[in-house]
């Protein structure tokens, strides 16, 4: 079983910059596929970003790739999503998630384990 917290979450101005933290409990961490999703009020949780168990692979959404990054450090046991030129529209409660499988999903439906959220708000 995996525990996930994220942290790093907040306000910022429109423009700016945060990064997101995924603080994940026990030994098997390398053995998992990770990925963040994001979900705004009223609307669906979406995926963000996802990276495969060794760090070699990356995937984004598609209207994400050039300003998020995603990587994870085996040391920390962590994975960061690295979010720059933010927009309003980027505010969301951000999750990460983890799954273990022969494919890296880019739907929130696939993913076994999830942390609890952290909020980033985007302002005008």
């Known amino acids: 079983q995996v525990q996930l917290v994220e942290s790093g979450g907040g306000l910022v101005q429109a423009g700016g910059s945060l990064r997101l933290s995924c603080a994940a409990s026990g030994r098997t961490f390398s053995s998992y596929d990770m990925g963040w999703f994001r979900q705004a009020p009223g609307k669906e949780r979406e995926f963000v970003a996802a990276?495969?168990?060794?760090?070699?692979?990356?995937y984004y959404a598609h209207d994400l790739k050039g300003r998020f990054t995603i990587s994870r450090d085996f040391a920390k046991n962590t994975v960061y999503l690295q979010m720059n030129s933010l927009k309003p529209e980027d505010t969301a409660v951000y999750y990460c998630?983890?799954?273990?499988?022969?494919?890296?999903?880019?739907?929130?439906?696939?993913?076994?384990?999830w942390g609890q959220g952290t909020q980033v708000t985007v302002s005008s």
């Open positions: 990276i495969t168990r060794s760090g070699g692979g990356t």
């Open positions: 998630a983890a799954v273990r499988t022969y494919y890296v999903p880019s739907t929130s439906s696939e993913y076994t384990y």
